[in-house]
């Protein structure tokens, strides 16, 4: 086909019946693919050759269009279309035959699919009429075309059992074979089927391109969307912009206004801050002198406490020198009198000069240590002071600081204000240019838009013819797959009985062949012995009634097993139903519920029987007439049929959501239908009950289908009080049920409406006559519409979500009972009407308007009761309301067709309640198992324990044994307890009675002590007036003549100086106490010099530690410089902002300067990170060389290790460790929390000092 199409090939657009040349072929811009430029001979087109602003070729306005290859069918120089030749050869004369047919009738197919949509249609009616007759397009011919297939069937059966009756003739030669010719109405039905195909391939290949264009449109559009979007946004941001530039302008003037009197405010911070940093320091350095004052006063303090300490550890060992001489004294109270009076004298002035002395220095000291108190309450008064006027002007310094901090933000504020304002001006420049690009760009984007809403038109009504061409090639390929089963099955049958018909006739032959060489044989016989001819006829046996009863048998046979197989599966669910337990075959339980499981499906393949026996039983009408009316009965049955099938399909309707129901509910709900049962198995009977009436041939259009009605009634009320009103519902098939009822019901109120029409006068229609005209309109108008919402349907019956509000449902509901309604008034009035007729006789002349309209008010008033409003008013509401719920239902599924298959798409199949409940069976049997399990452990449990306690009731028994013993042995130990407490009491009395005697004797002492203290007190006081006299005579004896001996006074000599070394500081015991503390440091400088001897041969016994060389490292340091002056230009890169000067660029060159100035930032940031990365490369390169056993070394460079890169590439923190501050350190409105800290070794090392401080 490529080869044909070349630029200036004339060629035919298929589908609209256009011609014209081709002037462009390959891909395009607008779509994906190959596309065929073709400039038409008629204005029909959609362009001129250019498509979104590309040109493709040239041509007239409306005289250009792009169409797949597909579409277009090459044409030859007589203007006929050129068709592809075959590549195989044909292997046989029948099948060149039909390749040949095939090819004639592809060609005229196409002929006859170019034009319009009724031309297709013609086609179509065409085709499926050469299709053994499997569609008509009028009911008159179908029932005339039904006899004709039924004698077909016959003759081929004919065909076979008179040439096997000819095959018995004598003059049948052997080695004959029989060929059965092959008829030709399946040549037909494969040429058919080979058209259908390849329709269905092309306009699969047109659907499939238009998919693809509807794709790149619809994402086309969504770029246009995003766009626009972009284009408003920019639109409002210029908007804002102006506003704002009227703004900064009028803010302005009072900005320079504020900045001046802010840079006033500054001012004067700046010099109260100076000053304020003066008193500072002036007070800084006054408290500094005042600590130093108060550190001298308390040195000076201290050093006054040291003498006080001295001084009272000199009067202590004065008031022992003093014990010391007075115990000398009395020892030497024997000497002579003189003697002792010398030195009791001298010792005595000594001892009062000392004492003086001693009291002046306490004196001074009790004054310099009250000075210095005084001094030093002073400087702490001074100290507070000072303290409290430091916090005072801390506080100041803290306002001023925080008002200091306030202009600088101001400051900064303002300053960038100014700065926006500068900037503003440029910005409008900028934004005025960016502006008209833009509107150029809308421009441009609006003629696109228009464009591509042209191509989204011409696109959606291409979807639509091609979706209402492809429903309808649907339902013909449904049709003809139908017929071809139908074929099939037919021709199985027929080689069956053929081939079991040639086995037979096979036989035959040799038996006949066999019979008639002996008849032969015989003849000669006779002709030999009795010399005259004999002629003997073979019987012939009749084999019709042999193969009906060979294949009686085999049915026979066949249930026979079918028989045992169920007889066994019956007792093999009594075998089953015997292990289970009481509950489950209790009411409401699990046998319930699997019964209604099985109840739904069994009565749903009963009505889908009872349905395919109605319409093989009772035929459609071709033609309405009073004759076939009033005389026959066909218009009955059809009538029955009509309101038959409704009746089923909307049972079958509710049957489906049950069955959906039950397999999505919970098993709660599961239970709870199973519950009711009884009551739907009782329903069934009414179902068996047609059945029983078609296995007897007894039902007919006299039988009531009220019970039928009753039945459908039950199911509906039932449904929302066993589910409620929040169960999911297969909205498909449920409301695919409804369209087949709806259509089935339409039929009805049609057919019965025509029937009014045929019976009324001709003369005067009247009210019921309009009636029966509106009815059979709004039936002609629902019939396109209930099958367009048939087409729309999902194909896939498990899709179970359609979108609809249970309302929805609801309203459909109502239709089902107001189309009953319809059906039953206008049923009622042709029946009264009938029956009228043929009691008055008028047959010929019809019925009169009066009485019509009498039998129409009484069937409405008994059919409608209390919503009755008349006949003719009735039937239009109930019409309004199905035309109105139906056309809705209709729209709403055209406009969400998408929605509904994607969201099908997403469905996820629950689990079957059923499924779930037998989980849970077993789980609760595993549970019972367990329990089982436990129950024997316990009852052992329990068995042990009753030994156990045979054993303690045994103990026990011993134990009151044993408790009686212990009370008598406790009774005769109280005896004795009481004997021993006599005892004991008595002892204590005598204790207490030698106490009392002891107390007296210490009394007694005590005096004898007391009178022997008071006599020596007296001795004392006279042994003290004794001293006194002796002191007087010591000082007379002073005065004395010196007439002493020289033994005496060298003895006076050696006791002389001794006194004032004791009385002054001992030198002796002085003396004393260095030799100790010079020996003391003796032997502690001994020990500590054999301490570090000992520690000094340990260390020599020790290895020597390795030596470290403090070498400068110059790469580390190199690295260090390096790092921290990238570091440097980093951070002053990104602090740093830099702005082009917009004082030297020229107006318009704005946009420029920006993109420049942002390509060499950007250029600058590319440098810092390429610079960084090397570093860090440097770094990891010296890491690896200096780590041990983290490098790899090669000939040319250094590899690392797998565990070093992983180190080297490593970015996640590691978690350290965590610290706990209590919860009274944190401020008051602190709130306690987790704080994550990331930090490097320093900072760690930081942490950890700052915390052992």
Known sequence: MSELLKVG???????????????????????????????????????????????????????????????????????????????????????????????????????????????????RQSLSGSRSHLASPSIEKLNVEQPEAAPSVLKRASFVETGFVETLKPQFTPGQSLTTPTPITSVEEKISNLQLQQELENRSQQIKDLSEKLETLKLKRQDDKEKLKDYDKLKIQLEQLIEFKSKIMSTQASLQRDIQKAKQEAKEAIEAKE??????????????????????????????????????EKLEEVTLDLEILKAEMQEKGGTSASGEGQVSA????????????????????????????????????????????????????????????????????????????????????????QKLTLEEKVAQLQDEVAELEALQDMNDQLVESNAELEADLREELDMAHAATRE????????????????????????????????????????????????????????????????KAHTKAVDLELRRVEAQQLQHHIKYLTAFMPESFMTRGGDHDAILTLLLIPRLIHKTEILLGQIKDKFAQISKVDRATILKGHSFEQYAFRCRMSYYIY???????????????????????????????????????????????????????TDSLEKCVGYFNNLFPVLFGTECKLNQTQLLSDYVKGLLSVVDGFNLEATAIRCLIETANVGDIGLLAQHVMTTAEQLHPQLKSIKRKLPPDVNASNLGFNREIFENMYQCYQQSGKIVKTLHDIVKGTVQSLTTDGDVEKGISQDKIKDIAINSSDKIYEQDDLGPVQSIKNSLTLIVSQISDVAKYLQDNEYEISMANKKEEKPVPPINVRADTVKKELEQTKTLTSKLENKESDIKELRKVLKEKQEQLSEMTIRKELAEKKLGNVNKDYELTIEKLQRKLEEAHNNYKKKEKEFEETLDHLQTDIDSLENEKGEMKEKLKLLSKKAQIEVSLPKSISGSQLSSLQSIGPTLPAVVKDSPLLMQEIDNLKRLFHQERNERIKLQNQKVKEQLDTLTPLPSFKNDRDEVLENLFKEGATLKKEILSALTKSSFPPMYKVKPGNGAEAWRRHFLEERDRILSLKLKAVQFQAKVAAETIKRKRGGKIEADFTIFPTKEMAKALTETKSVKVGYLKIPKSCLPTNEKPRIVNLELDFENLQKILKTLLQ
């Open 650 to 704: 909307t049972l079958e309707a509710i049957l489906h959501q049950y069955n959906f129901s039950l397999n999505t509910c919970k098993p709660e709900t599961l239970l709870k239908v199973g519950s009711n049962y009884p009551e739907m198995a009782a329903q069934e009977k009414i179902i068996d009950g047609f059945v029983e009436l078609l296995k007897r041939d007894q039902l007919d259009e006299n039988v009531p």
């Open 9 to 123: 090939r004339r060629v035919e657009v298929s589908g609209k019946g256009v011609q014209g040349i081709i002037a462009y072929i390959g891909k395009t811009n607008f779509a994906q693919g190959s596309w065929i430029g073709i400039i038409l001979d008629e204005p029909k087109g959609k362009n001129n050759g250019t498509v979104g602003g590309h040109e493709y070729f040239k041509c007239d306005e409306n005289y250009g269009t792009f169409v797949k290859e597909q579409h277009v069918v090459p044409l030859d120089d007589n203007g006929k279309p050129i068709e592809k030749a075959a590549k195989e050869p044909p292997p046989s004369k029948i099948a060149r035959s039909r390749q040949s047919i095939s090819r004639m009738s592809l060609a005229s197919s196409r002929q006859s699919l170019v034009g319009s949509r009724q031309s297709l249609s013609g086609s």
């Open 346 to 433: 001298y010792e005595m002035k000594q001892l009062q000069q000392q004492n003086a002395r001693l009291r002046e220095t306490l004196v001074r000291l009790r004054d310099l240590s009250a000075h210095d108190k005084h001094e030093y309450q002073k400087l702490l008064k001074d100290v507070d002071q000072k303290k409290s006027e430091i916090t005072e002007l801390g506080k100041t310094k803290e306002k001023l600081s925080a008002r200091v901090e306030e202009m600088e933000q101001q400051i900064a504020d303002l300053q960038e204000q100014v700065d926006a304002a500068l900037g503003a001006e440029e910005m409008v420049v900028i934004l005025g240019e």
């Open 275 to 312: 000053a304020h940093a003066e008193e500072v320091a002036d007070l800084a350095e006054a408290v500094e002198m005042a600590t130093l004052d108060r550190e001298m006063a308390e040195e000076k303090a201290e050093s006054l406490q040291l003498e006080l300490e001295m001084c009272k």
């Open 487 to 550: 074929a099939l099955r037919d021709r199985d049958a027929a080689l069956e009985t053929i081939a079991d018909r040639e086995q037979t006739i096979s036989k035959f032959r040799n038996l006949v062949h066999q019979l008639q060489e002996q008849s032969l044989e015989l003849q000669k016989r006779l002709e030999k012995e009795t010399s005259r001819p004999v002629s003997a006829l073979p019987e012939i046996a009749d084999f019709k009634k042999m193969f009906a009863e060979t």
